[in-house]
């Protein structure tokens, strides 16, 4: 199930038209500068799904209209094309897994880890000296039962 949203600031003004699965229209990774700079200087953004299609190809056709209407009617959009791309269920070759696996040399991650040794540590840390709640201790411990299939750590 596909569908087609839009990102509006707080005040309501349409930034934004997409094309999402799942929890797409939600996230805020993978996103351009531009989208970035103006839920920055807004300090947040909506979301509003306006239609749900069974096809990606018809998700598609209805984000490039979209993104059309808006900008004939003045909208000043984040969205860098007219829509109608991506690359929904792209999976990486084996050969690019095994080339992104190894692309940071050991010597490259042995700087890293003695850069980043005692950073966050003692009185460098964000929250030292400050006392954690009780329900913020039990999330923690929650948290780091670890596992994706333990019923504890689902919400």
Request: proline share 3%; aromatic share 10%; net charge positive.
């Amino acid at each position: 199930m596909f569908y087609t949203y839009i990102h509006t600031k707080p005040n309501g003004d349409i930034f934004y038209v997409g094309k999402g699965t799942h929890r797409r229209a939600w996230k805020t990774h993978r996103r351009n500068s531009h989208w970035k700079s103006i839920v920055q200087k807004h300090g947040s953004f909506s979301v509003q799904i306006l239609a749900n299609w069974e096809t990606e190809q018809e998700a598609f056709s209805h984000e490039m209209l979209l993104i059309n209407c808006f900008k004939d009617m003045g909208h000043l959009l984040a969205n860098k094309t007219n829509g109608g791309e991506g690359a929904s269920g792209y999976k990486h070759s084996d050969d690019t897994k095994l080339k992104m696996k190894h692309s940071v040399s050991e010597e490259t991650k042995k700087k890293i880890s003695i850069a980043r040794k005692g950073k966050y540590a003692g009185e460098n840390h964000p929250l030292f000296g400050k006392p954690l709640s009780e329900k913020t201790k039990e999330k923690i411990s929650i948290a780091n039962m670890g596992g994706h299939n333990n019923p504890k750590t689902k919400k």
